[in-house]
């Protein structure tokens, strides 16, 4: 068993920047593949960002291309999510995922573990 904490969510202007922290407890936290998702209001939830458990390999959705930066830190059980320039449509709750594999956390929405969301609101 996983536990993902998500934190870091809050009311930033566009244009601004935020980093989201997602601490990990339970099983060893180096072998996951960890990933964030997003869900706006009336809209189903996407991929954001994915890392590898050695951070070889780093996938991003299009829509945050540039603009996002994902990140893990595995002495301290922890996956971060630096946003820049954000923009009124990265209003979302941000969700924390976990699963052996990153092609999961890529091409699914069914990882094996889930956070339980911070709300990021960009205002213009």
């Known amino acids: 068993q996983v536990q993902l904490v998500e934190s870091g969510g809050g009311l930033v202007q566009a244009g601004g920047s935020l980093r989201l922290s997602c601490a990990a407890s339970?099983?060893?936290?180096?072998?996951?593949?960890m990933g964030w998702f997003r869900q706006a209001p009336g809209k189903e939830r996407e991929f954001v960002a994915a890392i590898s458990w050695s951070s070889s390999s780093i996938y991003y959705a299009d829509s945050v291309k540039g603009r996002f930066t994902i990140s893990r830190d595995n002495a301290k059980n922890s996956v971060y999510l630096q946003m820049d320039s954000l923009k009124s449509e990265d209003t979302a709750v941000y969700y924390c995922?976990?699963?052996?594999?990153?092609?999961?956390?890529?091409?699914?929405?069914?990882?094996?573990?889930w956070g339980q969301g911070t709300q990021v609101t960009v205002s213009t």
């Open positions: 339970g099983r060893t936290f180096s072998r996951y593949a």
């Open positions: 995922a976990a699963d052996p594999y990153t092609v999961v956390l890529e091409t699914t929405q069914s990882p094996d573990y």
